[in-house]
């Protein structure tokens, strides 16, 4: 019962944010939460890149190894040049915004508050965090926020205690890391967005330019087949074509006013066992006591040597 209100309120808000004010960021993440169960497929692509089509680089960092039931940080580095703007929804310019997910292991989730550091408290002021959904604490949603401020997100992370969970070992665990800056070029419904490049569907001659509802341009073009294609241009894109140019299929009608992209990575953290660390302390202290033993009788071989002459 809780899911299901759970639902109608989201499509509801949706719904309500698309007729009134339609924004730049009601495309992330509430796409990826209410479409797919897991935002991992198969494949091992992260499914932000269904709608967010241009690639860009996506940088983390996490310590090599933790401790049972700590606190460490992974951050995630979303880079791209300052003061970047993008086309909004309503075709207006509007600064680049930033978002990033980030997927546990099992076990792993998001520390709680009384037990950040003044520096994670610090470091993660003004960034909201959400998990994926109630099932899966494991998956760390942020974002939107603005790109200029946010261009490194450090998520405060708890590892798990085996002690207190049988399910948990010690050892290796892999972390997925995506992060995303502008808007998508795909919209879940197969439609592209005006953050997109549009290009002829038949080759033919443009005979007319038009505006058309909401901000929107048609652009007729004449086939030689005599058929009429309407191209419906959504506001934002700037058109590069004008009436009586002859087109190919396939040729750009638009440029291409996209300037982010999303981009995804995979790394890896041991969780350490402290009698793995006690017997790795006792193997250096061994080896070091024996290299110590070794010299001793070195010293002592010369001495005897000294004393008989040799």
Not at 60 to 78: C, L, R
Not at 131 to 148: A, F, R, T
Request: proline fraction near 7%; charged fraction near 20%; charge should be negative.
């Amino acid at each position: 019962m809780r899911r299901i209100l759970t639902f109608f309120l989201g499509s509801l808000l949706l719904g309500l944010s698309l007729i009134i004010s339609p924004s730049t960021t009601w495309a992330y993440p509430f796409w990826a939460q209410q479409n797919y169960e897991n935002p991992r497929e198969a494949t091992g692509k992260l499914v932000c890149a269904n709608c967010h089509l241009a690639k860009m680089t996506t940088q983390v960092e996490v310590p090599q190894s933790v401790g049972a039931d700590s606190v460490f940080t992974a951050n995630v580095k979303i880079p791209y040049k300052p003061g970047t703007e993008e086309i909004g929804a309503d075709g207006s310019k509007v600064p680049l915004q930033v978002g990033a997910v980030v997927m546990l292991p099992d076990g792993f989730k998001l520390a709680p508050q009384d037990r950040w550091s003044e520096k994670i408290k610090e470091e993660t002021q003004g960034v909201y965090f959400t998990q994926y959904s109630e099932e899966k604490d494991n998956i760390i949603l942020v974002g939107p926020l603005p790109g200029d401020q946010n261009k490194e997100i450090v998520f405060p992370i708890l590892s798990p205690d085996p002690a207190t969970n049988k399910d948990i070992h010690f050892g290796k665990y892999s972390i997925n890391v995506g992060g995303n800056r502008g808007r998508g070029q795909v919209y879940p419904t197969g439609e592209k967005s005006n953050n997109s490049l549009f290009t002829a569907q038949k080759s033919g001659t443009i005979s007319l330019i038009e505006p058309g509802e909401d901000g929107t341009t048609n652009i007729t073009i004449q086939t030689k087949e005599d058929e009429q294609v309407i191209e419906a241009i959504p506001i934002g894109p700037a058109l590069v074509v004008k009436e009586g140019d002859q087109i190919e299929a396939g040729a750009p009608l638009t440029n291409d006013p996209n300037v982010g992209g999303f981009g995804q990575l995979d790394t890896e953290i041991v969780l350490q066992s402290p009698a793995r660390v006690l017997g790795l302390i006792a193997f250096f202290a061994g080896v070091a006591l024996t290299q110590i033993l070794l010299v001793l009788k070195k010293k002592q071989v010369e001495k005897v040597q000294a004393a008989n002459g040799i």
